[in-house]
């Protein structure tokens, strides 16, 4: 009975053993599949859309080869239609039956300044972008809302030889269970073929009837040796127990394979051969975020915009360096841009000229984009300098107008360390930027410059003092200490000779608004503030001894009609939602020289 149920357990161990092998062998199927896209190379750019890419689940690897530079970057799909809308442009979407439709896609649209061959490269609507020459590779994980751009350097056809691979699970959890159990079925039918071996020897051996047992004696189990013969006895014991250890040793050099066959097999297994029984781990809770029901997606990610204000720091600190406005220009506007056009001409005329300072590119402590599928667009920076020397914290407003422009800083100003801001959405939810005449914060955006320029020139006099926060209010405070500076320093020398006077505007920029999350505002504006100092007498004139600035600007060092010098003063508020008891906050602001010119 032994030898059948030895049988039943080799049988069933070479079934167990072989179905685990086979799976790892002959029934496994792919690893991987592949679409390969075939186009005319007749554009210079082609675009595969989201739905290629997620047709098969799973991470996307792409691969593209061309003669010489290759490019490859992603972003939102409407985003980068909007980018290729005024080119002519290769488009990949699915075709029927697994195969992939390619057709050649008009211009649309029209871009202010287009280039011929226009570069791709560091568009800042891109989520993230690769070069390489000759080719390229590259794993991705995208949604079925973003999708690929494949290009050589804009001018060029496009690469044509492009491919995308997608793994396929060709995992097989229960070889590894299987090959364990043929091997431990293998091992069993061994024991039962030894017992069975060893059951039917004993059965052979004679037997004996029971005869009285002599009377015992001591028995030695040393060799014995007959006198004069030389010839030696074993025995009985002994000569058992030899048997008995070579028969042991026997059995256990029988086993020894089967174990060594079970190992062996076993070492071939990776981890997809065992069914994955470790509990997955349950993301932490985390607060929920309710989006407004159709708001459009932010106008950039968290990595975008970390990206953009590096980029913006970078050119804006090279163009400090070298004093060139064109460079600047490249990343600043409005405001921003004509304070550091300022500051170079002065910079290029007096030597000891200090520069502005300079934008930090990190570390990027707020990013607060607009939501918007549409142009211009909006961002919101705050962002700390790394240099302990000069320890600042920066805001900003950027704007990027097309989709073929970047994103250039309108307003620059510096918090103070006792600032606190609104309460702000989250990166990946974004604002809603609030128009110019909403009616919906205490007072319209657009009236925010010309009422903080009004309580200025009146102070306690105007009739918006009342609406803003002045107690704590450093730019006023600061204002204050200059007109009182100017007045004295006017009056040494100049004493029933001449007069200074002081006025506040609101500036030629247009105010640039986001909305926090208690429905108010940050609302970044342009002031301007002037002082004029004139001759009272006829026979007297303006010096300019020791305003080195005005002389640079103005070309001439005294004047009998007096000078006219403007300050540009970006200025950043809270303004809170219409009802609310709360007033008009500053936040942050930065003032500079901006003109200076001979009085009519």
Known sequence: MRFVWAVVAFVIAAAMIGAGIAQRTVFQGPSETTAAVQTEGTTPYTLIDGSVLTSTPGAQTLRVAGDGAVFVSYGRTSDMQAWLSDTRYTSVVPGGEGSLQTSVVEPTATATGQVSGRSPVDSDLWLDEFEQTGSLSTTLQLPADMSVLVASDGTAPAPSDISVTWPIDDSTPWAGPLIVGGGIALLAGLVLYLLGIRHVRRSRRPRRKGLPLPVTEPISIGESRTAGTGVVSESPARRGRVRGALGGGRRALIAVPALGVSLTLLAGCSADAWPQLAATETPSASPTVIVPEGQFPPAVT?????????????????????LDKTAAATRLTGPALAERETNYTLRAAITDRPALPAIPAEPVQIILPQTTGAWPRTLMTVVESADAATPTTTIMMMTQETPWAEYKAAYVGNLEASTNLPELAAPYVGATQVPPDSSFLVMEPQKVAEAYSDIINNGQNSASYGLFDTANDLLLTAIQDNKTKRTDELNQTGQGTAEISFAASAGPASPIA???????????????????????????????????????????????????????????????????????????YRSSLLEAKVSP
């Open 302 to 322: 968290e990595a975008q915009a970390t990206r953009i204000v590096s980029r913006v720091s970078t050119a804006v600190t090279q163009a400090d360096a070298s």
């Open 514 to 588: 986001l909305a926090t999350l208690d429905t108010g505002a940050i609302v970044a504006v342009n002031v301007y503030e002037s002082d004029t100092a004139k001759p009272t007498n006829a026979d007297a004139v303006i010096k300019l001894d020791n305003n080195p600035a005005v002389k640079a600007l103005t070309g001439v060092d005294q004047s009998a009609t007096g000078f006219t010098t403007t300050y540009s003063d970006q200025v950043f508020f809270y303004v809170p939602s219409q009802g609310s008891d709360d007033q008009i906050r500053l936040l942050g």
